[in-house]
Nanobody, 124 residues
Framework: QVQLVESGGGLVQTGTSLRLSCAAS????????MGWFRQAPGKEREFVAA????????SYADSVKGRFTISRDDAKNTVYLQMKTVRPEDTAVYYC?????????????????WGQGTQVTVSS
């Protein structure tokens, strides 16, 4: 069983930066795909960023491309989401996910384990 715990969320102002972390326990994340998704109030969960097993391939939603960066540190069993130049529309609960395959994936169905989420609120 894998446990994922997100941290780093909070209330920030438009244009600032934030780094989310996702610490895994129970299983090493090496060899597995990792992803970040978010869900705003009244909206469905949406893809934000994903990374393949060795960090060599990444993918981003168009809305965050050029502003967010996903990375992984397998030695620390942790995945990060660096968020820059945040906007009010980035306000959401951010979820980390692990998928039991090595290739990158952008759909929630490709992920088997999910964290509880961390709230990010961007004030204008």
């Amino acid at each position: 069983q894998v446990q994922l715990v997100e941290s780093g969320g909070g209330l920030v102002q438009t244009g600032t930066s934030l780094r989310l972390s996702c610490a895994a326990s129970g299983r090493t994340i090496s060899s597995y795909r990792m992803g970040w998704f978010r869900q705003a109030p009244g909206k469905e969960r949406e893809f934000v960023a994903a990374i393949n097993w060795n960090g060599g391939i990444t993918s981003y939603a168009d809305s965050v491309k050029g502003r967010f960066t996903i990375s992984r540190d397998d030695a620390k069993n942790t995945v990060y989401l660096q968020m820059k130049t945040v906007r009010p529309e980035d306000t959401a609960v951010y979820y980390c996910a692990l998928g039991r395959a090595s290739t990158l994936a952008t759909i929630p169905q490709a992920y088997s384990y999910w964290g509880q989420g961390t709230q990010v609120t961007v004030s204008s």
